[in-house]
Structure formats: C-alpha cells, structure tokens
C-alpha cells in the first residue's frame, strides 16, 4: 500500500485549455505550475476574490508558480496574457480552485 504523507508538495501542475479565437484550432493545452494553500490561505484568497475591484493580475500572481509558455513568467506577461486571451483569468482561477478543492476533498 503506498504512503501518503500529509505534508504536501508546496506546488501542483493542472493543464489549461488556452481558446485560440478566429481559428479553427482547438484550445492548446498548456501546463501550469500552482502553488498549494492551506485551508487558512485558501480561504483567503476566495474572500479576496469576491472583493470589488478584485485585481485579477495579482489574484493569478499570488497563485499560479510559473507556466510552459515560450515566454517568462511574470507580472507584465501575465497581463499580456490576460489582455491577449480575453476570459482566460477566469478559466485559470477556476482550474485552481477546482484542482485544490478536489485535493482537499481526497479525490
């Protein structure tokens, strides 16, 4: 039977679907690299996120560890990513709160 520790790896990767519009391709997979929070943290951060004025650049920032995107990962291309793929902060945040709650939940 394997082990399971509970201190956890301090990041997690999930796979985000980036749409490309105008083309006839499918959305491009791409791998990001999260960063887990406790239960304390990860409460915070959703209270945040329903805050008005919420600042999604620094909402991502405080989440997501890096990215395989050619280019680096940092605060002015991820506004370049957001200005670019017009939705995709929303699809990023989800795919994090799904894939951390999913690990809380032992699934």
Not at 1 to 21: G, W
Not at 54 to 68: F, I, P
Request: glycine share 8%; hydrophobic share 40%.
């Amino acid at each position: 039977m394997a082990k399971l520790s509970i201190s956890q790896n301090p990041t997690f990767d999930a796979i985000i679907k980036i749409p490309l519009p105008g083309t006839d391709k499918e959305a491009q997979p791409v791998r990001f690299t999260f960063k887990v929070l406790g239960r304390a943290a990860m409460k915070e951060f959703l209270d945040r996120l329903q805050q008005p004025g919420d600042n999604e650049t620094a909402s991502l920032m405080e989440v997501v560890a890096g990215w395989e995107f050619d280019d680096e990962f940092n605060k002015t291309s991820m506004e370049k990513l957001l200005d670019t793929f017009i939705g995709i902060g929303g699809i990023i945040i989800r795919t994090f709160i799904d894939e951390q709650t999913k690990a809380r939940l032992g699934n």
